[in-house]
């Protein structure tokens, strides 16, 4: 018996690159999805519970509440705003709603690993091009990939694995060169931890780029990525596009309240990049003092080089030891890096004291 028989699209689909957690008793330390070591505040936690008692009910399919926050706190009409589950979900019913067979879309790589999927989902090409040797994007050498089958450009910044960002006027320049008729999607999933810039900067290329899309999460900085939610701000063609192609109820009734209370709390994100800015300082200089390299990081993580290390060994010994991390290979890098998340400090020096113990 030959078992099922599925598509073709199936088979250039990628498998999600989850973590190792291995089989370490005692308490694990959690470095490796970016994630954010807090829980969600007591607010949020209110707005939570406050959704108990009516989950016999569907979610609102609009989303109503939450993107009335969004669009207040970023100034534009609501119609701009589309709320997905997780911004991975906008992405993917971007692919949905803009390529097909013969499409390109172009990204820089490595980068987020979910862009692969785009195209293996949609049966367009995929036009990788690499990050320059500070691993920041090639903008340059982005636009000269872009031909008329070009339907989608992905920038992300600051860029995953590598941690870098640009500047938004170099972001702003790239976009206003491309042909209007395709779509830019700028993936700011870490937009509130770079110094380069303010989260409300990426906004103002909103007004001069028609075909632009910001998209964002309430994942990160938030800290809400067992919940779901992220979203995009963009011409309202492409929100009525991503919302015609998924199903009306994707974003959960507890998701959208979380969410909804953890955008009017800035101060506690305001909070929460201090204390990131300062464990990445605390972090990039103790590997320095080990002579280990990082790229210039404006995200809650640190791209790692290991020189001539074993990377598989250093990344392994560290899950046995119960700190978890990246290895970079699985991420697309070259040989020879990891890809570690900015904890608590307790954390940082766990991750850091039991990287001694490997060196
Ligand atoms: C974590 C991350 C996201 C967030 O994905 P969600 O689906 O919102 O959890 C998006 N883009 C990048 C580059 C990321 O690293």
Redesign the pocket.
């Known amino acids: 018996m030959s078992g099922i028989e599925f598509n073709r699209r199936l088979e250039a689909i990628p498998v999600y690159p989850v973590a190792d957690s291995y089989g370490h008793d005692g308490e694990l330390v959690k470095l490796a999805s ?1 994630e954010t070591p807090w829980g969600p505040s007591p607010p949020v936690m209110g707005a939570i519970q406050g959704q108990l008692e009516t989950l016999n009910r569907y979610p609102d399919p609009d989303k109503s509440v939450l993107r009335r926050r969004i669009a207040e706190r970023t100034g534009l009409s609501s119609e701009r705003v589309a709320v997905g589950n ?4 906008i992405l993917l019913a971007a692919a949905d709603a803009l390529l097909e067979p013969g499409a390109e879309l172009v990204y820089a790589w490595p980068s ?1 690993s979910i862009y692969p999927h785009l195209a293996a989902q949609s049966g367009a090409r995929a036009v990788t091009v690499p990050l320059d040797s500070d691993g920041r994007h090639d903008l340059e050498a982005m636009a000269r990939e872009v031909t008329a089958a070009t339907r989608l450009v992905l920038v ?1 910044n600051p860029n ?1 694995p590598t941690a870098t960002a640009l500047p938004v006027d170099e972001i702003d320049a790239f976009v206003g060169e491309l042909p209007r008729n395709l779509a830019v999607i700028l ?1 700011e ?2 937009v509130e931890f770079s110094t380069l810039q303010d989260p409300d900067d990426s906004l103002d290329l909103l007004e001069r780029h028609p075909n632009l899309v910001l ?1 964002r ?1 309430f ?2 900085v938030y800290g809400l ?1 067992g919940l ?1 939610a ?1 979203y995009a701000l963009g011409p309202e063609s492409f929100r009525s596009a991503v919302d015609r192609v998924r199903q009306p109820f994707s974003v959960n009734a507890i998701a959208q309240a979380a969410a909804a209370e953890a955008i009017r709390h800035q101060d506690e994100v305001e909070r929460r990049v201090e204390h990131t800015v300062i464990e990445r300082v605390h972090v990039e200089s103790e590997l320095a003092e080990r002579g280990l390299d990082t790229t210039e990081s404006q995200a809650n993580f640190s791209w790692v080089a290991l020189g001539d290390r074993d990377e598989d060994a250093i990344v392994k010994g560290l899950a046995e030891l119960g700190v978890i991390v990246r290895a970079g290979k699985a991420l697309g890098g070259e040989e020879g890096r990891l890809r570690v998340t900015y904890g608590t400090r307790r954390e940082n020096d766990r991750f850091l004291a039991t990287l001694d113990t490997l060196l």
């Open positions: 970016n997780g911004s991975c979900e987020f992300c995953n993936d999933a870490y998209l999460t994942s990160k990525c779901r992220g």
